[in-house]
């Protein structure tokens, strides 16, 4: 019994080792491993974004609530990304000045993501991580777990610090603008050698080996930065939370002096 007792902090530190260990391989080897393997075989495909047929089945959103109640104006729900077994859809809203869309993508999850072209580049903040771009035309950056307000200011807040004028969007032509957006993406990535076309409408790129590496490379820099990126989401919306609760205090009787300070 007390060489058991003596062996049981080392079979311990086993499986921990173990456990640290096999969780290291999943992530740093068997991730990138199958992301470059689906990076090589999938296609890249054009978006045409048909109306959704069943549009009125669609559910409410809070996050399209929220962008309504925020001025946006609804333009509709759209097909997206529909070339697998599971089918996808998009709405869509834009910004009383024209400049931030929204595109709010359902059907696989949910992601949204607000977009703002320049004339160089598409500046997009969204609420989670996709694929990570390889053409130099999109600046993503991710808050993830934010709310729709905070994720709109920090948009804001990119956009203020872009040298550039931002381009407004028409209600009329927005679909237009992002087909022609990933139009000029799949020119780009053949434009580098990084993929080629697929057929002969250039609907539909696939990658090559350099194109998935980058692919593997840029991904797993989303994967290692995402705890950061969720803890400053967290940051801001308690920030934001903070405020509109100071707001709220300071326009009732209560007295002043009674207020503690935010937590840090």
Known sequence: MHLLALSLPTVMLWIMGMLIGGLFFLIFVLFPILMFIAALIEPGRLDTFPPLEDALRVKPNPILDAAL?????????????????????????????????????????????????????????????????????????????????????????????????????????????????????????????????????????????????QMVVKGMAQVISSARRIHLANQKNDQMAWGVKTADRSSSPTDHNSLQAPPH
Not at 173 to 186: F, G, N, Y
């Open 69 to 213: 109640a925020a001025g946006f104006s609804f333009i509709g729900h759209y097909r997206y990304n529909n070339h697998g077994p599971l089918k996808a859809f998009c709405t869509a809203a834009l910004s009383p000045d024209g400049i931030v869309l929204l595109q709010l993508r359902r059907g696989r999850g949910e992601r949204h993501v607000l977009m703002t072209r320049f004339p160089t580049h598409w500046v997009l903040t969204a609420s989670s991580s996709g694929s990570p771009d390889l053409t130099g035309l999109e600046s993503i950056d991710t808050l993830p777990d934010a709310t729709f307000p905070v994720l709109l200011q920090y948009h804001n807040s990119r956009l203020h610090a872009a040298p550039a004028k931002a381009i407004a969007f028409d209600l009329s032509t927005v679909l237009p603008a992002l087909v022609q957006h990933d139009q000029e993406k799949m020119e780009a990535i053949v434009r580098r050698r990084l993929g080629r076309y697929i057929n002969a409408e250039r609907t539909a790129i696939r990658l090559n080996v350099s194109g998935a590496i």
